[in-house]
Nanobody, 131 residues
Framework: QVQLVESGGGLVQAGGSLRLSCAAS????????MGWFRQAPGKEREFVAA????????YYADSVKGRFTISRENAKFTVYLQMSSLKPEDTAVYYC????????????????????????WGQGTQVTVSS
């Protein structure tokens, strides 16, 4: 069992930066691939970024590539999403998600970008970017 709690959301101006944190619990966290998703009002949940259990493989949606950075510190049981050059289009509830340990191949796009591929979810944190 992996439990996730997001924090760090808030209101920022366009062009600003924000760092989200996801605190995880569970004895096998170090072997869980992790992802960030977001969901805007009236829209489907969409993939933002993913990171392999070792931290050596990262993946991003085209819409955030070059602006967002996903990282993890396994010793602190935490995953981060550093967001820079924020745009109003980034406004959404951001969710941290985890896959069951050693359950999927993150190098396969189908295994990292679909919400259905993740087994555990946080409660979400609101990010609002004003223009």
């Amino acid at each position: 069992q992996v439990q996730l709690v997001e924090s760090g959301g808030g209101l920022v101006q366009a062009g600003g930066s924000l760092r989200l944190s996801c605190a995880a619990s569970g004895r096998s966290f170090s072997y869980s691939n992790m992802g960030w998703f977001r969901q805007a009002p009236g829209k489907e949940r969409e993939f933002v970024a993913a990171i392999g259990w070792s931290g050596g493989s990262t993946y991003y949606a085209d819409s955030v590539k070059g602006r967002f950075t996903i990282s993890r510190e396994n010793a602190k049981f935490t995953v981060y999403l550093q967001m820079s050059s924020l745009k109003p289009e980034d406004t959404a509830v951001y969710y941290c998600a985890a896959q069951a340990p050693l359950s999927r191949r993150i190098k396969d796009n189908s295994s990292r970008s679909a919400p259905s591929e993740y087994d555990y979810w946080g409660q979400g944190t609101q990010v609002t970017v004003s223009s």
